[in-house]
Structures are given as C-alpha cells and as structure tokens.
C-alpha cells in the first residue's frame, strides 16, 4: 500500500517535540545510576515483549495487545522480525530491541544525517491487582504526516535504529500529494538511557522505556562544517566515537581544518583552478570516485577520480586523503 501526503500541509503544528536539549526552566530530578535504570529496564522491555502481540496493517501501523490467559498469539518476542542491536553508551551495552517490519528498498541514512519520518511514541506501564498483570499503554507523541529529523538531534535510540532502515520511492501526483512506497517500516524498543532518562517530558515518565512505530521515507545527507564532504564520509566509525584526526577535540565531521595545518578543507579537496582546466569544470572533488555524469558536459567527474591523496592517488580506498594529511599540501596557493 501507499502512503499518500500532502507535504506542504504537515509541518505545522508538529515542532521538534523530542530534541534531547531543550533548555525549558525545570525541576530536574537528579539522575540515578544508567546501570542500575537499565537493569530494570531491561526486565521491563523483555517482559513487554512476552506479554504481547503486534497487530499490522497495510500501511504498516502496529497495535499491541496483550496475549490473554490461553492466548495462543506468537508474541512479539518469538516473532522472526524482531532483531536488536547492542549500543555503548553511558558505560554500558544497552540492547536495543527492533522489529523490522519493511527494509525499504532506497538507501540507509547515518546518524548524522536528516530522516523524512512518520511515527508514533508509546510508554506503557504495568500493574498487578489480585495476581493478574495488566498493561496501559499511552501515546505521547503521533506524527502520521511525515517530517524531517535530525538523527544526530533526537534521542540516541533513534541516530542508532533509524540507519538500520531505508528509505522508499516516492512519486509525485497531478493533485499536488506525493505518493510513497517500498519505504523502511518498524518498531523500536527504546530503553529510557538512550530516551528521555531522567528528563520531564509531556507524557512520558521520567526512566520509562519508549516504544516508537516509525516509517522512513526518505533521506537528505548533511554537512555539518560545510567543508564539501559529506557528514557520513567523515564522521569515522560509526559504531564508535567520531573520528578527530588533527586530536583538537572537533571531530572531523565538524571541523573545517581537519588536519589542523591552517587551511580549510573546503580549499584542500580543490581540483585545480578553473584557470588551469577550463570554464565548467568542478571544482570539489567526490570523495569517493564516481562515474562521469553525461549531462555535465565538460567536466570529467571521474577524471582526476576522488580527493587525492598527497601522491595524487584518488582511488585506492584506504589512501590518506590530502586534506587529513598535514604534509601535503594544496596543489595551489592562490586562495
Ligand atoms: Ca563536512
Ligand atoms: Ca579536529
Ligand atoms: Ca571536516
Ligand atoms: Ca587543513
């Protein structure tokens, strides 16, 4: 099925209801240890897990129910969807559980990157009354037209599951909607160190593990020191810490000089000056190679391949690009 939007309708009202930094003035609970709220959450999550099952519809929106006395209903635990992926963070291995209902067919962003998403945040809570377990679940957050994120700006548990989705296709109609298909689906479990914590939040409990129903859309990458290399080609290992190649405490895919030699990136990563090559040409080179794009006529994308190192290689993949090289200098001065 489709998902059909009238995206020039769907920003207002919703604003950026779960950036990680707002300064509201507060009353702060003072946190308790990560270690000891993620035992508990963790307990809280698998017992979710067990307790229910998921029902999807076409357009791949998850209700959960809770399995009856003698329910017969796979749960959401034994389903063959759900996969996780274990994250440090705070000191610890938080697991992070997810159901991946749709890849998607389109690319995957990083956690640096902007998402088009759609979603809708839940909390639940659990009590126990003459031996019978119930569950309130509770929505606190429902974006069903989507909207752009920055995964690098929300909480962690979203920079960590979104890029394990893709994007869709999507198709514009003479009616002025865009029509998405084949888009990345899921659930994510979130324990609350890489939600909320100890934050207030409308709705959400302080330490409460987030279960958030999102669908990825579509993609944009980002350059966050605008130096002309893209946030996901500099940001490193992405399983670990940025990396810093000049050690000045600015990762790379916030620093400007990223060898820390006085000259900008965005001048280093120069082909040579249009005065040398001829009107048309590009001056930045790709990052990696790429293949000559026919319709700029002219210009020889391929053609010195990617940023060189200070040999002037520009395609073995594990060369020291020139830029990150405090040796090698710009082929030219004249800047
Ligand atoms: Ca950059
Ligand atoms: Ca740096
Ligand atoms: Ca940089
Ligand atoms: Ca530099």
Redesign the pocket.
């Known amino acids: 099925m489709k998902s059909v939007f009238k995206i020039a309708l769907l920003v207002v009202g919703i604003t950026t209801l779960f950036s990680c930094n707002k300064s509201d003035d507060v009353s702060i609970t003072p946190p308790r240890p990560y270690s000891e709220v993620y035992e508990e959450d963790k307990i809280k999550i698998k017992d979710f897990l067990d307790t229910h099952y998921v029902t999807v519809d076409a357009d791949f929106n998850t209700t959960f129910t809770q399995i009856p006395a003698g329910g017969t209903q796979q749960s959401i635990f034994e389903m063959p969807e759900l996969e996780f992926k274990d994250v440090e963070a705070n000191d610890i291995t938080y697991r992070l559980y997810y159901l991946k209902l749709r890849e998607g067919s389109g690319v995957n962003p990083t956690r640096v990157d902007s998402a088009f998403v759609s979603y809708k945040g839940n909390t639940f809570m659990k009590t126990t009354a003459a031996g019978v377990d119930t569950y309130t679940q509770n929505v606190f957050e429902f974006a069903q037209s989507p909207e752009w994120e920055t995964l690098d700006g929300v909480i962690r548990g979203w920079g960590e599951i979104i890029p394990e989705f893709k994007t869709g296709t999507y198709t514009s109609n003479s009616d002025g909607t865009i029509s998405f298909d084949d888009y990345g689906a899921g659930v994510m479990f979130i324990p609350s160190g890489l939600g909320y914590f100890n934050l207030p939040r409308p709705s959400i409990p302080v330490y409460a593990p987030l279960i958030f129903n999102f669908k990825l859309y579509n993609q944009r990458y980002r350059d966050h020191d605008g130096d002309g290399i893209l946030s996901k080609d500099e940001y490193g290992d992405f399983n670990g810490i940025a990396t ?9 895919y ?2 400007p ?2 060898d ?1 030699d006085g000259y900008l990136t965005k001048f280093e990563i120069r082909k040579p000056l249009p005065l040398l090559t001829g009107q048309g040409t590009s001056l930045i080179y790709p990052f990696n190679p790429i293949v000559d794009d026919p319709l700029t006529t002219g210009v020889d994308e391929s053609e010195p391949k990617g940023i060189p190192d200070a040999s002037g290689d520009g395609t073995t993949p594990t060369r020291l690009r020139r830029h990150l090289d405090r040796n090698a200098k710009p082929p030219y001065n004249n800047y």
């Open positions: 810093d190649t000049d050690g000045d405490g600015i990762p790379d916030l620093d000089d990223d820390g």
